[in-house]
């Protein structure tokens, strides 16, 4: 009878002992979310930097013209229309209403865009063709506007870093 006590309670332990796993959910904010896209984007980068040279027995010169595009928001536009040799555009906006227009003609264009915030404007314009056409632009705020419209050896490689509120810069580059 001790046997079948002990069984018993033993069985009726198990039962009322449930281990039980679970997640906790979190709210993510934009930012993370933004972060978490821009980690993605320089994954994808570096993976796609190690492939092997299948492109050099083609052509000895390997020609790769890439747009990256990443939005995390509402009413997000984007208008690229670029001729070039080589092109690497990274375009990422988080937030509202934010718009940016590209036009680019260049032999070599590498452009990284950050918009954070809402209802920024960005125009690159380009109307000659140049050997060289190089930008870091980031954003961050609200309200901000910058325009860009040619392009010489003074901002062939050009970095504007904006922060804050309603701020507006404009540059117009023509030989």
Do not use: C
């Not at 995390?72 to 940016?100: E, F, P």
């Amino acid at each position: 009878m001790k046997i079948i006590t002990n069984i018993f309670l033993v069985t009726i332990f198990s039962l009322f002992s449930i281990t039980a796993f679970s997640q906790t959910y979190s709210k993510e904010t934009k930012s993370a979310i933004f972060d978490n896209l821009q980690n993605k984007a320089v994954q994808l980068n570096y993976l796609s930097s190690q492939q092997p040279q299948i492109n050099a027995t083609r052509s000895s010169v390997a020609t790769t013209n890439n747009v990256f595009i990443q939005q995390v928001g509402n009413y997000n536009r984007i208008v690229s229309n670029t001729k070039s040799t080589n092109s690497d555009i990274s375009l990422l906006q988080n937030g509202d209403n934010n718009d940016i227009f590209l036009t680019i003609n260049s032999e070599n264009i590498k452009e990284s865009v950050i918009q954070d915030g809402d209802n920024h404007s960005f125009i690159d314009f380009s109307p000659m063709r140049s050997n060289v056409h190089e930008g870091q632009i980031i954003q961050t705020g609200n309200g901000q506007n910058l325009r860009w419209y040619g392009s010489n050896s003074l901002s062939e490689k050009l970095k504007v870093s904006m922060k804050g509120n309603g701020q507006t810069i404009t540059i117009r580059n023509f030989n």
